[in-house]
């Protein structure tokens, strides 16, 4: 909407902001080529943005899951050895170790100090290195574990003679996998025979199973003169809270003697992959802030460009009547507009660059909330901020001297 004033002589037409806003989309609309190509050069610059921000992000991600594979958030808990007497743990040691707040899943095994072997007639050396552990139902989810095949145990397979054998283990006993619709093999432990329904992949995070051979709890107190007391119980907790669990867990599982029992200290890999992440978000930043000062650079530079090859244009709308404001209003339009479409473009671009590199490196693809929101809203106020030099510059060109020089 516009409107006129007369006030001792005529005044120029005030201009709304709705009004130059269309006067400055006309510019790049009447200067067609060169406007694509200012905005290619915005878009190429913010789409760096985009690719130097989320590549690394990515890679970021994928190197963090490596790290969480070593066991950031596993806690082991075990007596004290060699003392007199020994320190035995509670029945519900890892009943109640699940009950800390920050704790996602907890579990126990126990040495039944049995032999196993592959059959009646096999030579009792041959077991030497393969322990006979009681196991609960959800140890799987306290060390990561998976099944390789067959199953593992379940509350209605543990009350039976059943094993889940380790990796190492069923080597040595001579399985290398069970077949589902076959009659499954069987071991001998202390002269009970036992079907094994199931083989593990190997645990890195806990390699003293992979030696072993796992039964229920049940079933070991039934068959096997078990007395019902873990001896290893395995932890796992929120990150953020892994040393306060670590802290907790002695008096927790053992009130009597906390002193007498050891938790083993959160892996090294946390350590590193907290360092990786400060470090790494430390760079995203650097590289985000040079890209947008880059891109800033270039729309300046362009607008720069732009006032000096239409002298003639700001020369004739002066000597028209066009007020210093109306044509800083343009050029600043103009700039932002510019820089919008550049940054939609780019930011396009950019993230489908970055999702193929990710993806052809195995990652996960990863996009930073800053390097979106740089691309879509920070082309925006580059635009605004690389116009104002420009603006300024035209608004202050003399008609005569603008209309001479063209």
């Known amino acids: 909407m516009t409107r006129t004033t007369t006030h001792r002589g005529a005044r120029p037409v005030r201009l709304s902001f709705a009004d130059i806003w269309r006067l400055g989309l006309l510019g790049l609309r009447t200067r067609g080529p060169r406007a694509v190509l200012s905005a290619l050069g915005v878009s190429l610059g913010i789409a760096t943005l985009v690719v130097v921000t989320a590549i690394p992000a990515s890679g970021q991600k994928a190197l963090v899951n490596e790290l969480s594979a070593l066991g950031t958030d596993m806690l082991r808990v075990a007596p004290q050895a060699d003392t007199s007497p020994p320190v035995i743990l509670p029945g519900s040691a890892d009943a109640m170790a699940a009950r800390i707040g920050p704790v996602t899943a907890a579990s126990a095994v126990a040495n039944t100090h049995r032999t196993v072997l592959r059959s009646d007639r096999a030579d009792p050396s041959d ?175 362009t607008m720069v460009v732009s006032v ?59 996009y930073p909330p800053l390097a979106l929101a740089a691309g879509l809203l920070g082309a925006v106020v580059i635009g605004a901020v690389a116009g104002v030099y420009p603006a300024v510059r035209a608004s202050r060109l003399p008609p005569t001297e603008a209309l001479a020089a063209a």
């Open 127 to 301: 077991a030497i290195g393969i322990s006979v552990l009681a196991a609960r139902t959800d140890l799987l989810a306290a060390v990561h574990g998976t099944v390789a095949s067959g199953s593992f145990l379940s509350p209605v397979t543990e009350r039976f003679p059943t094993v889940v054998l380790g990796h190492r283990a069923a080597s040595r006993l001579g399985f290398d996998r069970v077949r589902p619709g076959r009659v499954p093999g069987q071991v001998l432990i202390d002269r009970h025979w036992f079907a094994v329904i199931g083989v593990l992949d190997p645990l890195p995070l806990a390699p003293d199973l992979d030696s072993a051979v796992l039964t229920g709890w049940d079933a070991a107190r039934d068959r096997l003169g078990f007395d019902g007391h873990p001896t290893v119980v395995y932890v796992t907790a929120r990150e953020s809270r892994i040393e306060t669990v670590r802290d907790v867990l002695p008096a927790t599982v053992h009130p009597q003697v906390p002193g007498l029992v050891q938790v083993s200290r959160p892996s090294d890999a946390l350590a590193a992959k907290r360092a990786t992440q400060h470090t790494l978000s430390a760079l995203l930043l650097g590289l985000a802030g040079v890209a947008l000062l880059v891109g800033g650079v270039g729309v300046a530079n």
């Open 308 to 366: 000096l090859e239409r002298r003639r244009e700001i020369g004739l709308r002066r000597a028209l009547g066009a007020s210093r404001g109306q044509i800083r209003g343009q050029f600043l339009a103009e700039s932002v507009a510019l820089s919008a479409l550049g940054g939609a473009a780019g930011t396009v671009l950019g993230a489908a660059g970055a999702a193929a590199y990710a993806v052809s490196r195995s990652w996960p693809v990863v």
